[in-house]
């Protein structure tokens, strides 16, 4: 496994030379795994309540932002735009509200979200295990859980109230997401909350440990940057397009077969450049807020995070396609879950 | 001259058969990892081939993206494989998904439940094919090369027995040799080697060692230029094939010239 010290040694180099080396390599393995193919997927946020309090995030409890929760004909509505432009692989996305968006609520969206989409992820608070097993039977193929940082006194200091102020519990959401007989689950880190360093060595300490204990799982990983919300910095991102880079390099080298996802905080320049360097999913036409596809109006939205490259399902399509990349809309094909 | 009609070389082999088909090209073409569609069927038409499998997961059923069906003609064999089934029920459930979705009845079964080495069950993999072969399924089950295995699985109507050669996408080549000559020598059912095999070389030796035909995909679809790669396989697994049937010479450690033992026996005096 790469040491700490191997870690920074590798980011602290930013010589033209070294990032052409690194992406060499990457580039080598990923298409050999992987081939010239990338899996695309788009965000659905269903609510934005949310009980706790988080610095950097835009549905902070403490923002005075107007709380919406999709009803189903909503949903419906939502989906069925999605679902019209091609899109094949769903995630569906909450805020962290127990109260407003309980297991009953999940489940009637993956329900509702199964006439739409073969295959259905989820970004949701974290959960038992049993009620894991109850979104699986329900129909759900992936959880992303991400611990944004491994450092705990950092975390500590950008989760201020709420159940995600809880370290140890959100540290062993993946472990139970697994026994609950889950398929993909995706990791990752927020860069720009902690030493992201630190962070990518604890979060390949966490992929390694995770692969040991359930190996039959598909894992992918995620390096969200901090973005701007509706144009207000909430904290610096400080991690450059080279480190941005090195960090996906780095990751396929080290774990030659898990997914990577690049979502739409990145620029279009960036993604068009990532996806031969060790991108395996990225999102597209993708709104961050809730209601953003067909209910509410630009001015009306609230957002997560600002998104920066705000181009269509088909023009993503066509951006892969002219780069020599077979866009995958289909990955999986929904079979009866039962538990194991 | 007869000698140098190569058809009438060629017939003096007998095609493959699996489940009463039969078949004159020895070249079974994965579909995964090409950069697009028409890529694989320029593939498909430079090799001849006439089986290719196809993961379920990958055929788009609604139709909303670019389906692969299209770009495979009709006369070719799709054998829809379970890729990412972990167990066996979930291996059944995708077979029969496959059935119903109108993509025939031929399944290589695939199971894996090791993300890191992606390495077949052999166990999970008899139990699915005990159950698909009795719902009529024409069953080729992929797996880690194993005598006991290989005999469940015929005992279990598997049609052919599909061992790999290296990790699956490793273009390691023949790493699996010595089982996998057992699997040739002891088996009735046709031998069909898949996974990781990485050029044509190796195709040919596979051949040569009495395989009775070879899967490949990655070294295909990740090449610069597919469709020659396809045509290049194509023509080793065959020439590997005329040199298996042609019973050819064993080699040697030492030089032999001559009788240097017995050569007295027959000298006048």
Known sequence: MITQKEINDILNDKSPESVEALANAARKITEQYFGRTISLYTPLYLSNYCSSKCTYCGFNSHNRISRIKLNSDQMHQEMSHIANTGIENILLLTGESYQATPLSYLKEAITIAKQYFPSISLEIHPLETAEYQDLYCAGADGITVYQETYDKIRYSQVHISGKKSDYAYRLSTPQRIAEAGIRQISLGILLGLGDVKYDLCSLYAHLKKMESAFPGIEYSLSFPRLRKIKGQDFAVCDIDDITFIKIICLTRTLFPRVGINLSTREKPLLRDHAISLGITRMSAGSATCVGGYHLLTAENQDPQFDVEDSRSVGEIVNMLKSKNYDPVMTDWRRIENIPA | ?269
Request: proline share 4%; glycine share 6%.
């Open chain 2, 1 to 269: 001259m007869q000698g140098n009609n190569s058809n009438h070389i060629i017939a003096q082999d007998h095609p493959l058969e699996i489940a009463g088909k039969k078949f004159t090209n020895r070249f079974l073409l994965g579909t995964g990892k090409f950069k697009n569609k028409q890529e694989l069927a320029d593939c498909i038409q430079s090799s001849g081939t006439q089986i290719v499998t196809v993961a379920l997961r990958r055929i788009d059923l609604e139709q909303s993206g670019e389906s692969i069906l299209p770009y495979i003609p009709k006369d070719v064999i799709i054998l829809t494989n379970t890729s990412g089934a972990r167990n066996a029920q979930e291996a059944v459930r995708i077979a029969r998904l496959a059935k119903e979705s109108g993509c025939g009845n031929w399944v290589k079964i695939e199971v894996i439940n090791d993300s890191k080495y992606l390495l077949p069950d052999n166990n999970e993999t008899i139990k699915a094919t005990e159950i698909l072969a009795s719902e009529g399924f024409v069953v080729l089950p992929y797996i880690t090369p194993d005598l006991y295995a290989a005999r469940a699985l015929v005992k279990a109507g598997a049609a052919t027995v599909m061992p790999l050669a290296s990790l699956i996408g490793s273009n390691q080549g023949l790493k699996a040799k010595e089982f996998i000559k057992i699997l040739i020598e002891e088996m009735d059912v046709p031998i069909i080697v898949d996974a990781g095999i990485g050029a044509p070389s190796q195709a040919a030796e596979t051949m040569e060692m009495g395989a009775d035909a070879v899967l490949v995909n990655t070294a295909v679809a990740t090449s610069a230029n597919p469709a020659l790669a396809a045509k290049a396989f194509s023509l080793a697994i065959e020439a590997g094939r005329l040199a298996y049937i042609s019973r050819l010479p064993k080699q040697k450690d030492i030089a032999d010239a001559s009788s240097p033992l017995t050569g007295f026996l027959f000298e006048i005096s």
